[in-house]
């Protein structure tokens, strides 16, 4: 039985290596079979205990929309029902009975009740606007360049580039990533002189944009939040904003680490907690992580895997509570829901940092991650679900799924629900093309919905948790985003977390005159290129 499953989550494919240029078979065409492990089908393991979680969301926030609707539409019914003069009649009437004192103190035990409700109602956060880093152009590299600073530096043998470089030709990179060119050095890149180089670089590039984007001084910003996995110097990176910028000295500052690519939506949630928490003010998240210090210089093929993907960036976003901020504002946020499976062993193992056999550093990429993460995806969007889609799909999801477990096997497939219908716009963390692939075949989405995911990967690589935030960029490039218009952002990394972001939309979106994608939207997206 197991044999059986763990071979459904197997698939094969052929590719040609090219000619062989060396050895006993030199002049003649080399194949490989390459063996990849899938998503697991979400169809076949749906959790009732996670629907049920979605739904208890749901009824928690709920409530009041199900019942003062009611109570509107019965109170109009009954005065509906009576003409004007009837209607004064019999509110002169019953309250005649009543001294003036009785009458007044009512009148404010009514005021003062609905002030407490509206005033105890959760605050509108609100996105004003947000910011990605793009490097100029002399960290730009080719897939080919970058197998050049990688044997520049003499950290590699010839098996371990070429293993770079197969990866490189199937990862749905292109070549004009983003890289630290001290990768190409002989020295020890790791070190504390080097990553705050880097930091400095992509966070105040990042923050400089927003903040002349939003014309906002940094002296009024009273929640500070950034993530960066890997890189955690002391003083912190936050203190490094604050000390850059001379920020005021109550500010909330929070410095999140070790939280993998997922950490930009963890840092957003903490952020509105804090907005919830002290009213009118305003957050600013940056999300980030850092290529060179942690540039992998050893062997070992799981963990020369992050060093092909990953990429500089940043993202940074102003956030806001204000209500007068809202006719300046571009999002509104409505839900957020966070996964977590670092309970079992293999979720919490799959992506590990460690030290090889040599006593290298790196981030060693377990062969169970693309299960573990399908399965951390599926618990997310499963309790997502009831927040989101329209009532006609929560019924038949619901009741396929009480159906399959009532009879067990013989009640089918679960219904999978349509999340285009809830969403008109998808941001799924471009974490590679084999992934996004999967996850296309899973939710069963179209091209155009993984097209900004596709180009983001294409275009910038794997920029970690900030990811996400390219990608808006590029809706937004494409004058994609209407007024009304929901947007999906999906995030998952180590840990193993899987976190879900819902926006609406306050207005359409134009053409920026600034960001990353503005020299390059219009190639996109690519046609005819295997890559993409």
Known sequence: ?????????????????????????????????????????????????????????????GV????????????????????????????WDSTAGYDLATVVAFVALFVFTVSVYFLSLPRSIYLVDFACYKPNDDYKVTKDEFIELARKSGKFDEASLEFQKRILNSSGLGDETYVPKSIGSPENTATMKEGRAEASNVIFGALDELFEKTRLRPKDVGVLVLNCSLFNPTPSLSAMIINHYKMRGNILSFNLGGMGCSAGLIALDLARDMLQANPNNYAVVVSTEMVGF?????????????????RMGCSALLLSNR??????????????????????????????????????????IS???????????????????????PFSEQLLFLSTL??????????????????????????????????????????????????????????????????IWYELAYLEAKERVRRGDRVWQLSFGSGFKCNSVVWKSLR???????GPWLDCIDRYPLQGNGDF
């Open 1 to 61: 039985m197991n044999m059986a499953r763990e071979h459904d989550l197997l698939s094969t494919e052929i590719v040609n290596r090219g000619i062989e240029s060396t050895g006993p078979d030199a002049g003649s065409m080399t194949f490989s079979v390459r063996v990849r492990r899938r998503l697991p089908e979400f169809v076949n393991s749906v959790n009732l205990k996670y629907v049920r979680l979605g739904y208890h969301y749901l009824i928690n926030h």
């Open 64 to 91: 009041y929309l199900a019942t003062v609707p009611a109570l509107v539409l019965v109170f109009g019914a009954e005065v509906g029902s009576l003409s004007r003069e009837e209607m004064w009649r019999r509110v």
């Open 294 to 310: 942690n540039w992998y210089p050893g062997k070992d093929r799981s963990m020369l895997i992050p060093n092909c993907y990953f």
């Open 323 to 364: 209500r007068r901020d809202y006719r300046r504002a571009k999002y509104t946020l409505e839900h957020i829901v966070r996964t977590h499976k670092g309970a079992d062993n293999r979720s919490f193992r799959s992506v590990y940092q460690e030290e090889d056999s040599e006593k290298h550093k790196g981030i060693k």
């Open 367 to 389: 062969k169970d991650l693309v299960e573990v993460g399908g399965d951390a995806i599926k618990t997310n969007i499963t309790t997502l679900g009831p927040l989101v889609l």
């Open 402 to 467: 009480v159906w399959k477990t009532v009879l067990g096997n013989e009640g089918g497939q679960p219904y999978i629900p349509d999340y285009k219908l809830a969403f008109e716009h998808f941001c799924v963390h471009a974490a590679s093309k084999t992934v996004l692939d999967e996850l296309q075949r899973n939710l069963k989405l179209s091209d155009k919905n993984l097209e900004a995911s596709r180009a983001t990967l294409h275009r910038f690589g794997n920029t970690s948790s900030s990811s």
């Open 508 to 514: 359409r979106s134009r053409r920026p005159e600034s």
